[in-house]
């Protein structure tokens, strides 16, 4: 994993370099270490912070990792091209969410291990469904509609996830194939 992975997008605007310091050791240590095994004391030691520097931005290891969960969803959601297909065109839908992950799939690989597998299609999914009320106000609540983005979500995350050793090309194409089977009534 590069050092500078870490850009200023992550989190907004311009990032101090503390906060650059301590999500790069973060990373580091992460990529070796289950979530609840990283201590504050130990990454700061890493990213040589101060304690009180780490706490000026986080509540502890859990709030950095679920902040930094987030904007790799919030940049996934925003380079989407297909988001009014969500409903319409789940294929070319569940395509977008499969490929526009890539680019960040180690980072995303190291975010969302261990016990936080889950984390990646249920933030996507609350990610989504804002964005559905946002550009179709009236399918808010819509039980059809929820439970098909959850259906498609999850079952397409899974399901590209448990086959490493197949081509990612491969399973996203079919996985597209096998979305559009499960139209929206």
Known sequence: ???????????????????????????RIRKTHALEDITVIHLCQMADVNKSTFYH??????????????????KIVSNMEHTKDILTDPGAFVKDVLRDCRPDSELISVLFAGNQIDKLPR???????????EIMPDKKDDLAVNLHLTYQLYGAYFAFMNYPNYDKDQKIDYIAKLTDRVQLH
């Open 57 to 74: 931005y986080f509540h502890d290891v859990y709030d950095l990792s679920d902040q930094m969960q987030s904007r790799i969803i919030e």
């Open 1 to 27: 994993m590069q050092d500078n992975i870490i850009q200023d997008d992550m989190f907004k605007n311009k990032v101090p370099k503390s906060i650059k310091r301590i999500a790069t050791a973060f990373l």
């Open 123 to 133: 933030k996507l999914e609350e990610s989504l469904k804002k964005l559905i009320e």
